[in-house]
Nanobody
Framework: QVQLVESGGGLVQAGGSLRLSCAAS????????MAWFRQAPGKEREFVSA????????????NYADSVKDHFTISRDNAKNTIYLQMNSLKPEETAVYYC????????????????????WGQGTQVTVSS
C-alpha cells in the first residue's frame, strides 16, 4: 500500500520560509517522479514543482511553475524515501494546502506538471502566509 505523508506546513509571515517534507512508503521510491501541488480555497489544484526519478545518465530533472521558480527548491533523498520543498520569500497568495504526489515515471513529459499524471497523493499540509 502506497502512502505519502506530508509535514512541515504551518503559519509564517510574508517573506518567511518553510520546508515541506513528504515521506513515501510502499513503492520503489527512486523510480518515481515526485511532485508538489497546492490548492487554495475555491481554486483548482495547481502544479508547484516536480522532480524525476533517475533518467538515464542524468541524476534528476526538475520542473517548476513560473510563479515559484525563483524562490522554491525541490529536492529528494532516495535513502530516506523523502522529497522536500524549500519555500523562501513566501507570499500571502501562496497560502494553500500543499500536496505531495507520485508518478510511476511513464509520463511522456518527465517530470509532469499535470495533475492527471500522478497516481498517488498525500493528504496535504496547510501553509498559511500572513501579510
Amino acid at each position: 500500500q502506497v502512502q505519502l505523508v506530508e509535514s512541515g506546513g504551518g503559519l509564517v509571515q510574508a517573506g518567511g520560509s518553510l520546508r515541506l517534507s513528504c515521506a513515501a512508503s510502499g513503492l520503489t521510491f527512486s523510480r518515481y517522479d515526485m511532485a508538489w501541488f497546492r490548492q487554495a480555497p475555491g481554486k483548482e489544484r495547481e502544479f508547484v514543482s516536480a522532480i524525476s526519478g533517475s533518467i538515464g545518465a542524468t541524476l534528476y530533472a526538475t520542473n517548476y511553475a513560473d510563479s515559484v521558480k525563483d524562490h522554491f527548491t525541490i529536492s529528494r533523498d532516495n535513502a530516506k524515501n523523502t522529497i522536500y520543498l524549500q519555500m523562501n520569500s513566501l507570499k500571502p497568495e501562496e497560502t494553500a494546502v500543499y500536496y505531495c504526489a507520485a508518478d510511476d515515471g511513464r509520463s511522456i513529459i518527465r517530470p509532469s506538471p499535470s495533475v492527471a499524471a500522478y497516481d498517488y497523493w498525500g493528504q496535504g499540509t496547510q501553509v498559511t502566509v500572513s501579510s
